[in-house]
């Protein structure tokens, strides 16, 4: 049980070796995958005297590598992944050189003219556009260009003048044929005398005509010419699916050779990122990581099978390294699988640190109770289930989500059984509990109370956490600490005792259970001065120190009422979400007295659901996680820590 809750252990071990096996440790290290690697002089002072062994240079030129082998599989319409399963074999660069260098001459052909053809096909198809807007349909527009009694324009004016144009021409032969109308522009053919050139060009400045673009030499656009150029266009395209299923072969020839050379770039990779913690001599080198307590020795047999014993391996407990507050210890967490959905939850905040109690149990419960408080309905939780259950059918890499909506529908029917309530209906099933509408004070009452028990866990798994990161005495006086928690309750016990008339405890002590904790959070420089702590009491002064400690103890007052009083938004939402269904029933009997009253009552009670579930639904999540994340993770979430990612071939 205690693995919900706590990071797997982790030991921080150190290998002292020779350079002439350092290669043989790290293919078993990676084989492993057990080793995260972490800086040599975190723990070992002494070794920032030692010099790096330049991997950085050579990780470097394994990356190049890596970046052309993807952009080549990317010109190939495919993807060069190396391969994940076993052991995998570093690939000397001079190889990783010459077998690009074979695969570029076989597909680099067939790419560069896959490219001039697409450039090809492009251009023509832009051509044929043009001429296209040029030509009216039906017009031997070549034949009019050259005739020696007609004059001819093409081109486009607004389409609003298209009528003065005709009435402008109307007082000499012409043809005005509108032929393609684009937005507020209409394309025309204009077709007057020779004699009458002058007209028409005067009539159509006045209208506003713009010529159209093109080849400079309007004969040679005709129903032919854009024949032509389409039966060019046809031939390319067939040349291109040629090449396509030529290049679809070659692919599949030369992705396997991509593959196997992405594998052993990625293992080189691998080797060099643990030899980037690596420091040395001339004939040893020192690394360091973290391993799980209970691979441990796993990976020091490891070490001394691939030396025959010439390494020597230091295994310490992150327990008991010295300065443990200094190290960055990555995390490990076993959870559950009906736990993981709400692990993204979590981590949308941050990873809790290695000596952090993880809160996610806390996270699930409690957000599924904010949730349900906030969004109470049978028939919106059939729907939230129903809708959960599809995404995970249908898309499995989403199963966390779909997991987590099937939660929230879950505990969106429980409280709607509390409530009573089936899409709004209140008379279909009892109330187990209340009715939201009918108790509002009660329903306040309860978020409150909830709000209380949240707010105080939050605070207790901050005293946790300070026993366990061995910081116990410096969080007594935090705004989080024992102090504040012992005000908190004493204040929470004189409003319940001012709302009751009975209460387990006098005013009188409760009044002083909630002024002593304050006053020694006030007092805590001469304290901290008694115990050792700090040198000085006071260290800017009297009354510097007077005025921050007032400002302080005020700032834990106001803040613990604010931090309580936001979770009266849980019952809020809640009555929200019931008076939205009053809102549509409303709207639906209005309806249902028009005509066609009962089709559109129904579909106002559709559409009103799914509102309500889409945008409702969206609201309290957001407001759940708003309480989560300000009111819980703010008590104790001090630092975030590092998700424990060893290196290996897979």
């Excluded at 190396?82 to 690939?91: F, M, Q």
């Excluded at 031997?140 to 260009?145: A, S």
């Excluded at 005293?463 to 005495?473: D, E, P, Q, T, Y």
């Excluded at 008694?530 to 005025?547: I, N, T």
Aim: with cysteine; proline share 6%; charged share 20%.
């Amino acid at each position: 049980m205690m693995a919900v809750f706590i990071a797997e252990r982790m030991d921080r071990v150190s290998v002292v070796a020779l350079k002439d096996d350092l290669d043989a440790i790290l293919r078993s290290t990676a084989s492993l995958r057990i080793l995260h690697p972490a800086l040599v002089e975190e723990t070992h002072a002494w070794a920032a005297q030692l010099a790096s062994l330049g991997s950085e240079r050579s990780a470097d030129e394994y990356a190049k590598r890596h970046r052309s082998v993807q952009r080549l599989g990317e010109r190939l319409e495919a993807v060069a992944t190396p391969e994940r399963e076993g052991t995998a074999e570093p690939l000397p660069l001079e190889d990783i050189d010459r077998r690009l260098d074979q695969v570029s001459a076989r597909v680099a052909p067939l790419l560069e003219r896959r490219e001039e053809l697409a450039g090809r096909l492009n251009k023509l198809a832009s051509l044929s556009n043009q001429m296209a807007l040029l030509l009216p349909p039906g017009v031997p527009l070549g034949e009019l260009v050259h005739s020696s009694f007609l004059h001819t324009a093409v081109g486009a004016l607004p389409a609003d003048r298209l009528p003065a144009l005709a009435m402008a021409l109307s007082g000499i032969p012409s043809v005005v044929l509108p032929y393609r109308q684009e937005a507020d522009r209409q394309r025309v053919l204009c077709i007057v005398l020779r004699r009458d050139a002058r007209t028409l060009e005067d009539a159509l400045r006045d209208a506003g005509f713009e010529p159209a673009p093109g080849p400079p030499d309007l004969a040679q656009v005709s129903a032919e010419s854009l024949r032509t150029l389409e039966r060019e266009r046809d031939a390319a395209a067939d040349e291109m699916a040629g090449l396509q299923r030529e290049i679809h072969e070659v692919r599949a020839a030369v992705m396997p050779e991509l593959r196997e050379l992405a594998t052993g770039i990625h293992a080189a990779l691998v080797l060099l990122r643990v030899e980037s913690f690596c420091k040395g001599t001339d004939r040893t080198c020192l690394f360091s990581g973290w391993t799980p307590h209970s691979r441990s020795a796993e990976f020091v047999q490891a070490v001394r099978d691939r030396t025959g014993g010439r390494a020597v391996v230091e295994v310490i407990p992150a327990e008991s390294v010295e300065a443990p507050e200094s190290l960055d210890v990555p995390v490990l967490m076993e959870l559950p699988a009906f736990l993981k959905p709400f692990r993204a939850l979590t981590e949308g905040f941050g990873i809790p640190a290695y000596h952090m109690v993880d809160p996610t149990l806390f996270v699930a419960i409690t957000f599924l109770i904010m949730f349900g408080m906030m969004f109470g309905d049978v028939g919106h939780g059939l729907v939230l289930l129903a809708a959960g259950a599809a995404l995970h059918a249908r898309l499995p890499r989403f199963s966390d989500a779909a997991r987590l909506t099937i939660y929230c529908g879950l505990s969106s029917i429980v409280f709607g059984v509390l409530y009573g309530s089936v899409f709004g209906l209140e008379g279909l099933i009892p109330a187990l509990w209340l009715r939201p509408l009918d108790n509002i004070a009660a329903l306040f009452g309860a978020a409150i109370a909830f709000g209380v028990v949240f707010i105080s866990l939050g605070l207790a798994l901050n005293i946790v956490n300070a026993i366990r990161r061995r910081a116990f005495v410096r969080e007594f006086f935090d705004a989080s600490g024992p102090l504040a928690v012992v005000a908190y309750w004493a204040g929470v016990g004189l409003v319940v005792r001012a709302s009751f008339e009975s209460a387990p405890v006098s005013s009188p002590i409760l009044a002083v259970l909630l002024v002593a904790p304050l006053a020694l959070l006030f007092a805590r420089g001469p304290v901290l001065r008694l115990l050792g702590r700090q040198d000085r009491a006071f260290p800017e002064g009297l009354g510097v120190y007077v005025m921050e400690g007032a400002v302080e103890i005020l700032e834990v007052l106001m803040g613990f009422v604010a931090n309580t009083v936001s979770f009266i938004r849980v019952a809020a939402f809640g009555l929200a979400h019931a008076a939205l269904f009053l809102a549509v029933f409303g709207i639906a009997d209005t309806l249902s007295g028009s005509a066609f009253g009962g089709p559109l009552s129904i579909l106002v009670l559709l559409l009103g659901n799914a509102v309500i579930i889409l945008l409702e639904g969206l609201v309290v999540v957001i407001q759940a996680l708003r309480l989560e994340y300000y009111e819980f993770f703010g008590k104790f979430f001090k630092e975030t820590g590092t998700r424990f990612d060893p290196v290996g071939f897979s």
